[in-house]
T-cell receptor
Framework: EAQVTQNPRYLITVTGKKLTVTCSQNMNHEYMSWYRQDPGLGLRQIYYSMNVEVTDKGDVPEGYKVSRKEKRNFPLILESPSPNQTSLYFC?????????????FGSGTRLTVV | QKEVEQDPGPLSVPEGAIVSLNCTYSNSAFQYFMWYRQYSRKGPELLMYTYSSGNKEDGRFTAQVDKSSKYISLFIRDSQPSDSATYLCAMSAGGNNRLAFGKGNQVVVIP
């Protein structure tokens, strides 16, 4: 089944403790992206990647890091999480060009930072 | 002015009613228009896809694009409780341009 898989689905952590949310897609998509979704603010793009080793900032990149060493994986790293990063996170992927095909989203990771 | 405006107010309708959702946008370069459906605790999934102006119908769903007014709509006929979800509009100028999303509209269909 074609899908984007995120792990974990739920995560509660403490301020300052580094964490990684994994994202993997099995559709051979070149484009991948991370979003956070907050009530009243909608989906906001954190980082995106046009291809392996090519990443760029989205609208809200502060406090996040990403890497794209392989086409299928695009992990999101929070090196020192803070409570304002409590949110619902989605990974998405797309065939190129992303503006034409639309995205396939993962099921989400609900992160709580206390 | 935000690039994409979508009134996020929850919408409750009785089963069988027509649901009407809409978005407005400011970027005249947008030419690819999509609607995503997001169930609770799930990721958004692509529901409808339209290129440029016009209508597209898929079963009980109809998507309309009016580029002259910068306005897109989604209609759900004979709404069912299973249509209860948040609906997000999204649009793009194409190419490597990313999708711009509306904030989403929560729809509740009451049996």
């Amino acid at each position: 089944e074609a899908q984007v898989t995120q792990n974990p689905r739920y995560l509660i952590t403490v301020t300052g403790k580094k964490l990684t949310v994994t994202c993997s897609q099995n559709m051979n998509h070149e484009y991948m992206s991370w979003y956070r979704q907050d009530p009243g603010l909608g989906l906001r793009q954190i980082y995106y990647s046009m291809n392996v080793e090519v990443t760029d900032k989205g609208d809200v990149p502060e406090g996040y890091k990403v890497s794209r060493k392989e086409k299928r994986n695009f992990p999101l790293i929070l090196e020192s999480p803070s409570p304002n990063q409590t949110s619902l996170y989605f990974c998405a992927s797309s065939l190129p060009p992303p503006g034409f095909y639309g995205y396939t989203f993962g099921s989400g990771t609900r992160l709580t930072v206390v | 002015q935000k690039e994409v405006e979508q009134d996020p107010g929850p919408l409750s309708v009785p089963e069988g009613a027509i649901v009407s959702l809409n978005c407005t946008y400011s970027n005249s370069a947008f030419q690819y228009f999509m609607w995503y459906r997001q169930y609770s605790r799930k990721g958004p999934e692509l529901l409808m896809y339209t290129y440029s102006s016009g209508n597209k119908e898929d079963g009980r769903f109809t998507a309309q694009v009016d580029k002259s007014s910068k306005y897109i709509s989604l209609f759900i006929r004979d709404s069912q409780p299973s249509d209860s979800a948040t609906y997000l509009c999204a649009m793009s100028a194409g190419g490597n341009n990313r999708l711009a999303f509306g904030k989403g509209n929560q729809v509740v269909v009451i049996p």
